[in-house]
T-cell receptor, first 114, second 111 residues
């Protein structure tokens, strides 16, 4: 069966520090991968998605970037965190291909910026 | 106007009640519909996935899609305290597997 791992679960960082959140998927090949941010009362905001290694689509201009160095690895980064980057970050995967497939989520990283 | 509207709740019901959760949407191109359950401090978990209109049943859960009214529902029968969570609807028009989510309805099932 497929599993998705996200770490760390909680992170406290000072303003201006760098960020790296990692997500890996097991048990599937060539998945679509997604990064979301969830703010209270505002639902899930899609930040980035990827349909293959090195292929990243950005949905919202911001202080963050994403990379996919391996088929089942997705990394969310920032060079300098802002206070507004605080939030709950979720990674998700879906079966690759042209037909819409449900997305499956990791347990998220709660990021607090001080 | 948001593409997907969902009452935030909270919705409080006694154990054993039938729960009805709803979403309305404005984009008539949506044809794939999902319901997710999210416990506090956890990621959303897929409950139901339906394509186009009609009903789909899975255990105590029934998903209903009415494309003519742009309205989807999730019914939970014999609700349990373990059903207490936030329920998110999500939908897609079929492009690039991108989903549009509602903001979620918080459900509390009391003993």
């Amino acid at each position: 069966s497929q599993t998705i791992h996200q770490w760390p679960a909680t992170l406290v960082q000072p303003v201006g520090s760098p960020l790296s959140l990692e997500c890996t998927v097991e048990g599937t090949s060539n998945p679509n991968l997604y990064w979301y941010r969830q703010a209270a009362g505002r639902g899930l905001q899609l930040l980035f998605y990827s349909v293959g290694i090195g292929q990243i689509s950005s949905e919202v201009p911001q202080n963050l970037s994403a990379s996919r160095p391996q088929d089942r690895q997705f990394i969310l980064s920032s060079k300098k965190l802002l206070l507004s980057d605080s939030g709950f970050y979720l990674c998700a995967w879906s079966v690759g291909g042209s037909v819409v497939q449900p997305q499956h989520f990791g347990d998220g990283t709660r990021l607090s910026i001080l | 106007q948001k593409e997907v509207e969902q009452d935030p709740g909270p919705l409080s019901v006694p154990e054993g009640a039938i729960v009805s959760l709803n979403c309305t949407y404005s984009n008539s191109a949506f044809q794939y519909f999902m319901w997710y359950r999210q416990y506090s401090r956890k990621g959303p978990e897929l409950l139901m996935y339906t394509y186009s209109s009609g009903n789909k049943e899975d255990g105590r859960f029934t998903a209903q899609v009415d494309k003519s009214s742009k309205y989807i529902s999730l019914f939970i029968r014999d609700s349990q305290p373990s059903d207490s969570a936030t329920y998110l609807c999500a939908m897609s028009d079929g492009t690039a597997s991108k989903l549009t989510f509602g903001t979620g309805t918080r459900l509390q099932v009391t003993l």
